[in-house]
């Protein structure tokens, strides 16, 4: 009996790959990555466009990504303006990823509150055309506002207490002061000189930063402990 010889079936690259544990599928999307590049394109979307007339498509084009993923990330141009006030730790920028205040071994408590706030002007002129449309959607959208404040008392406030305390501690401010109202107080006067003063009313940078030193030394001031 003849045997007839069997045809030699080939392998495919994929079933090879497969059959060794090595086939690699596609390549994972970094979304992180990519989220940030969509919340930074929409910062100058939004800066240039004005929040309504700026589209998805604009700012997926800008950021170099599949509009698509703008809702699937965001859940829309609304989630992706709430995530650009709320995730400014994940724009990379090194001035607004910081703490409010902090209490550096080096600075006491007057000189890092010059530097926190005008750090913080800093950013408001920096991004001020993007504050201007930001601002205006926290007036006008009830959710924005909601999401705005929430941030402010679960994470800004609380970050500033916590470097207060240090210098509490340290014997720079009184034990008996309430460091939740300082917070406060330093959080809006930090927007009225930052946004309010400089961005609206154009007032000079100089007068700005004068203003700063003079509100930190009153405050200060007002902060000592009790001489005995």
Known sequence: MVRTPKKKVKKSKASKA???????GPKKRDRKATETALMKAGIQVFAKKGYDAATTKDIAKSAGANEALIM???GGKKGLLEAILTRTDDLGDSS????????????????????????RCSD????????????SRIILDPDVSRIIQTKIYTKALPEMIQEL????????????????SV????????????????VVYKIPESEIKATIKEMVRILQKGLKPDSK
């Open 72 to 74: 699937r990330y965001f």
């Open 96 to 119: 607004t990823g910081k703490k409010e205040i902090e209490a550096k071994p080096d600075l006491n408590l007057n000189e890092a509150l010059v530097e926190s706030i005008t750090e």
């Open 183 to 198: 917070a406060f107080g330093i959080s809006s006067l930090t927007f009225a000189l930052g946004f309010m003063a400089q």
């Open 18 to 24: 497969g059959a060794h544990g090595s086939h690699k």
């Open 124 to 135: 408001f002129k920096h991004y001020s055309d993007f504050m201007k449309v930001a601002v």
């Open 165 to 180: 305390e240090k210098f509490k501690k340290g014997g720079e401010i009184d034990p008996k002061a309430d460091l939740k």
